[in-house]
């Protein structure tokens, strides 16, 4: 029963974790370093104007914010404060 239960709590875990890479938002500049270092560098307290995170102590920061097709974003304006980065 302890097993099943653990299973259990593990499961409830990684869907919580998985589930909310579904709405995590995209990244909107270009990556420049894939660790979690850069990304607080500016993240952790808003640097520049940079979204600051809800959730600083999370591992792995691209495993659910993937990189915006800049494709997709090409005809949006950049803001000229922040190269690279769109409103």
Known sequence: MKS?????????AMLLVFGACKKAPEVTHPIASRSDASCLSCHQSGINGAPVTKHPKYPDCLRCHKEADRNKTKGE???PAQPGVRP
């Not at 099943?4 to 409830?12: E, Y």
Request: charged share 15%; glycine share 0%; net charge neutral.
């Open 4 to 12: 099943q239960n653990a299973v259990l709590i593990i499961m409830m």
């Open 77 to 79: 304006k950049e803001n």
